[in-house]
């Protein structure tokens, strides 16, 4: 369907078949370009907890046999994989341009019968926001790769209720694609769980087995979390910490209700706080508010309601840690209830409702305006003017959220120390003074990031995971990295160090930070004198045992492997079948049309 088409297409085309026209495909990725044109430049993106390197190694960490929760498990492990073979480099810039062109595009076919101009307002709702700005900034770009394949579920979970034999594999295969991080995987298993489960006509084997292909695929950080010989269960108080925050003008539900009250002030767009942006941003929200009694009529009643229920879920759980005690209490006493304190993540089901809606509102307000100016006003212009609404509401997640996002290069000195550290791997654990989690370097503009030097040099690390949100000091969950902490205030701390299985200690400088100088004293210098100085510990460290056992965890990767490669395979089947099919169906319609004349 063409760029020009009418606002709404009532053609009998199949979804499935519907071709997708190159204006609306120029859009999508025109929109990924504008976000990420800094990225032109070679280097590495260093902002929060997105820390890229030029190769990553599978480390136990990545696998969640460390001692810490399995918050990156699998992220890790598959960016090790894939940068054996491709330099790290071009790694994130695929994953980023693929979440925002792809998340684009996911979106704007979730209208396939309307025009170029209506699906280019939900492509530009869905991707062009403060949620993703946001997250973009603090670095969760493994959550976004999940938040960019909720779309494309939403039409496969679809398809699995009305009996598509390919669409069961392509719905797990996009699970395993967003469970690359915990909450992804809890976000595309709640989108597919609800699509199917929901009441009506639909196939009963078909959504069973997605229910429970979606849980085998949480196995790898579901299996190393609960099996941690320690505690797992998280600070009641991060729950307040990491409550919504208003971010905007409009409060803290305007802010929400508005894709963004993430806990972070340092992440929040500058333009939030203007009110001319958030005048646009509630015209964009009317939108949606004028489009989702259209919802029904042209997405169905299954995707209506399921779009409803997890919209209301995603807002509810966005605000549940402003308001206290209850999921502080979960929080407190249940492993795993830690995923629930960043609330604001799960805007992303709420953002999946809004984008078609803000199209459909777009579609009745052209149709409207149309009509009462005698066709003066043309429905096409004004579609138009409504996928440019997102963009003047939000100017400055162009260029990279306002330049947040720029490559930068290590320095030479990380190469040297990394170099050392793999020649000799299984000499103990590597620990990175100042011990904190988090480092802002001149080299990288001063941006605060999660340490990349465990990710660059490739060995196990120890990790301090005691964060400071505010004012409020929240413990952490893992005890090596808490007796990590005592030993380097002991008076001897070689001995601690080598309980605790450290065979090495690396100084960044030029980092805010204390440093335990008396700790260096006791150490043998390697690599000295430059920005990043690299200590051997005088003896043996011991190794540290207090993981999760191997066995189990290992299954739980392989399984899931398993599930997404033969997902892959019989999707891939499933597509050939279905083409020669259609071949033959073809190929036969010559031979009728002759034997009719």
Not at 226 to 250: G, I, M, N, Y
Not at 426 to 446: C, E, M
Request: charge should be neutral; charged fraction near 15%.
């Amino acid at each position: 369907m063409g760029w020009e088409d009418s606002v709404a297409d009532t053609s009998s085309v199949s979804p499935a078949r519907l071709p997708y026209p190159w204006p609306l495909l120029a859009w999508c990725v025109g929109l990924a370009a504008l976000v990420l044109a800094p990225l032109a430049r070679p280097g590495f993106l260093l902002s929060y907890d997105m820390v890229t390197v030029p190769r990553q190694e599978l480390v136990p960490d990545a696998l969640g046999l460390g001692s810490a929760l399995p918050r990156s498990v699998p992220l890790d492990a598959v960016v090790a994989v894939l940068t054996q073979v491709v330099p790290g480099e071009l790694v994130y810039r695929a994953v980023l341009v693929g979440i925002l062109a792809g998340g684009a595009i996911g979106a704007a076919m979730l209208l396939p019968r309307a025009s170029g101009t209506v699906r280019a307002v939900a492509a530009s709702a869905y991707v062009w926001n403060a949620y993703v700005a946001e997250r973009l900034v603090i670095g969760h770009w493994g959550l976004l790769v999940g938040y960019a394949v909720l779309p494309w579920l939403l039409r496969a979970g679809l398809a699995v209720r009305h009996g598509d034999r390919a669409a069961l594999p392509k719905a797990l295969v996009l699970v395993a694609l967003a469970s690359v991080t915990p909450t992804g995987g809890v976000l595309a298993t709640g989108l597919l769980v609800v699509v199917v489960a929901l009441p009506g006509r639909r196939q009963r084997w078909p959504a069973a087995l997605a229910a429970a292909g979606c849980v085998v695929l949480q196995l790898p950080w579901l299996v190393p979390g609960v099996l941690t010989p320690t505690p797992s269960t998280s600070d009641p108080r991060a729950v307040e910490a990491f409550a919504a925050h208003p971010d905007s003008p409009l409060g803290l539900v305007g802010s929400v209700l508005t894709l963004g009250g993430i806990w972070n002030s340092e992440a929040v767009p500058d333009s939030r706080s203007l009110w001319t942006a958030a005048i646009i941003t509630i015209a964009w929200v009317g939108l949606a508010l004028g489009g989702v009694t259209r919802l029904r009529a042209t997405m169905g009643s299954t995707a209506t309601l399921a779009l409803a229920v997890l919209a209301v879920l995603g807002i509810v759980l966005s605000l549940s840690g402003a308001f206290g005690g209850p999921l502080a209490w979960a929080v407190e006493r249940f492993p795993g209830a830690g995923l629930l304190r960043d609330g604001t993540k799960f805007l992303a089901w709420y953002s999946l409702a809004l984008a078609p809606a803000a199209a459909l509102g777009a579609a009745r307000l052209a149709a409207s305006m149309s009509r009462w100016s005698g066709g003066l006003v043309s429905a096409t212009v004004v579609a138009s003017t409504a996928a440019l609404l997102p963009l003047a509401a939000l100017p400055d997640l162009a260029w990279g959220v306002g330049g947040r996002l720029s490559p930068v290069q290590y320095p030479p000195s990380w190469n040297d120390v990394r170099d050392v550290l793999q020649r000799e791997p299984a000499a103990g654990a590597l620990v990175v003074l100042p011990y904190q989690p988090y480092r802002s370097f001149d080299w990288n503009d001063g941006r605060t990031v999660l340490d990349p030097l465990p990710r660059y040099v490739g060995v196990e690390t120890v990790v301090p995971d005691t964060l400071t949100v505010g004012s409020r000091r929240l413990a952490g969950e893992d005890p090596r990295a808490a007796a990590v902490a005592e030993a380097l205030d002991a008076l001897e701390p070689v001995e601690r160090l080598l309980r605790l299985g450290v065979g090495w200690v690396a100084v960044e400088h030029g980092t805010p930070g204390a440093l335990s100088v008396g700790v260096l004293e006791d150490l043998d210098p390697v690599i000295i004198g430059g920005d990043l100085d690299l200590y051997r510990v005088r003896g043996d460290p011991a190794p540290w045992r207090a993981v999760p056992p191997r066995a189990p965890v290992l299954v739980a990767h392989l399984t899931a492997l398993a599930v997404a490669a033969g997902s892959a395979a019989w999707l891939a089947t499933a597509k050939l079948t279905r083409n020669g099919q259609d071949t033959l169906v073809q190929s036969a319609q010559p031979d009728r049309a002759r034997q009719g004349e």
